[in-house]
């Protein structure tokens, strides 16, 4: 039976302005107080390079695969223990992809799991007090430690994350991968696997892309020092397409360090509500929420669930309806689980009633159902014909594992105010923002030429990608 857990007052008759959004700089751990948190603190120091592998093609589907290069940093005051498969005692490094496309987050790929086997002694993060010479099996205290892309995208140390409890950073060494199924393409296989689609500029106009890793260690869970291991950075997406390395994709400012990839939506649009939810004896849920104005006068409701490092899972997810509120267009979003994974791809349904839409995954006596696992973003919109109202409702995550003695989590409740729905956003390309794109805006990128202010794919620059653009969105 899946168990309902009250994690906010978002809705249509109150859509929450969810606080406490973590900083970019973060304090070490979870503290957050001023003070420095105790024991080993791993965190993603920078994200420094990216390798393409190609396409592949899965039941139907052309999909490309990609790899990031992360340097860990133990930012706090002891040693952390690095040692090879078959213990433990060593950090797991996933990597994910999101996009930010129509004023809605979504996350578009994700990875296997990198298992650490050394670690060299650098000093990314600050001075550094070395564990030993060379590649030790330790990172010392303020030490950093560089695996470059084609380390963390190698295929013989890539393993699946479903042998993991995040929550305690806990996994068996020897746990056994699932079978690479018969015939699935060898280049897409356990790295960063993308649908080719999600990435085409010509169907992705005005889309912002991010990458994102993230270290999972036992010591950092045993000493509550878990909840700052992912960082953030922004990819630019080029236009032309390989089918030995798909798009190519360049990073694009600098590592958000400590930040999960959620805030990327709310530094692209302001007024995203974020609110970090932790279940009792589990782990982290973050939830994000936007509601904005369509053309035709309906408004847009948008929900974001990262489980940042729950066990549990989620498995369901209600949003209470005022009486006569018509929804339409329910639809629900999921990065692909791939390469044997023993997981299923299924959709969540969407059942509305006279109070409340539920988008609901499988049934928890199956083990294998496409839940939200750990380190994954699920996305849940529909549209309504009645904007948020000011009275508060209850929005339910339901956790897909069920409470145990040690996380007896049943409900919290918290109370906050619905955002203002903003207007509209502007069709692409559509510089003057009058609802067309034609020779004024192109008169208008053509003066802006080298410069940003004509700029619609947000690389800093208009150039003959904003000029494809706006072809490719000119109005009829």
């Known amino acids: ?18 606080v406490g959004q973590m900083d970019a ?14 024991g080993p603190d791993v965190i993603v120091g920078t994200m420094q390079n990216m390798s393409a592998y190609g396409q592949g093609i899965w039941n139907g589907v052309t999909y490309v695969a ?27 490094i996933p990597q994910n992809m999101y996009r930010v496309k129509g004023g809605v987050i979504q996350q578009i790929g994700q990875s296997w799991v990198k298992h650490g086997f050394c670690a060299l002694q650098g000093t990314l993060c600050g001075a550094c007090t070395p564990a030993g010479g060379g590649c030790p099996t330790v990172l010392g205290v303020g030490c950093s430690d560089p695996y470059e892309s084609s380390l963390n995208g190698g295929q013989s140390d890539l393993k699946s994350r479903y042998g993991i409890n995040a929550a305690t950073g806990y996994f068996s060494g020897t746990y056994t991968d699932p079978a690479i199924p018969t015939g699935y393409p060898s280049a897409i296989r356990e ?49 032309t397409y390989s089918t030995t390395s798909g798009y190519a994709l360049t990073l694009n400012g600098a590592t958000v360090q400590q930040v999960p990839a959620m805030y990327a939506w709310q530094a692209i649009h302001s007024d995203t509500a974020i609110r970090e939810y932790d279940v009792a004896g589990d782990g982290r849920f973050l939830v994000g929420s936007r509601v904005f104005q369509n053309a035709n006068g309906t408004y847009h409701y948008a929900y974001a669930i990262q489980n940042l490092n729950s066990d549990r899972n989620a498995g369901s997810f209600t949003v209470p309806l005022a009486s006569g509120v018509v929804v339409t267009n329910a639809k629900h979003s999921h990065p ?3 390469s044997g994974d023993p997981y299923t791809n299924t959709q969540w349904t969407a059942s509305v009633t006279s109070n409340a839409i539920t988008f609901s995954c499988e049934p928890n006596s199956n083990a294998q159902a496409n839940c939200v696992r750990w380190a994954t973003m699920h996305t ?30 049943a409900s919290i409740s918290v109370l906050g105010k619905k955002p203002t729905p903003v207007a509209p956003p502007c ?50």
């Not at 039976?1 to 969810?18: E, N, P, S, Y």
């Not at 992360?70 to 797991?92: F, M």
């Not at 549209?383 to 000011?390: G, I, K, L, M």
Request: some cysteine; proline content about 6%; glycine content about 10%.
């Open 1 to 18: 039976m899946k168990i309902g857990t009250l994690i906010g007052t978002l809705g249509l008759t109150g859509l929450a302005v969810f």
């Open 25 to 38: 700089t973060a304090l070490p751990g979870d503290s957050g107080d001023g003070g420095v948190a105790a």
């Open 66 to 92: 990609y790899s990031v290069g992360t340097t860990s940093c133990n930012i706090c005051n002891q040693q952390l223990q690095w040692q090879p498969n078959p213990s433990n005692q060593h950090p797991v």
């Open 191 to 239: 790295r960063v696997t993308v649908p080719k689609n999600d990435l085409d500029s010509t169907m992705n106009a005005g889309a912002a892309y991010f990458v994102e890793c993230q270290y999972i260690h036992p010591a950092d869970a045993a000493n509550n020092n878990d909840n700052n291991n992912a960082s953030y950075r922004r990819i630019n997406v080029g236009t």
């Open 336 to 338: 692909f689980n791939h």
């Open 380 to 409: 849940f919109e529909f549209d309504a014909n009645s904007a948020p109202t000011d009275a508060s409702q209850i929005l339910t995550l339901g956790l897909w594992k069920a409470p145990t003695a040690g996380s007896p989590d």
């Open 427 to 476: 069709l692409p390309a559509d510089l003057n923002c009058d609802g067309v794109v034609n020779a004024t805006d192109l008169s208008a990128i053509l003066g802006c030429w080298g410069t940003a202010c004509g700029d619609t794919n947000s690389d800093g620059t208009t150039d003959g990608q904003d000029l494809s653009i706006l072809f490719g969105s000119w109005t009829p």
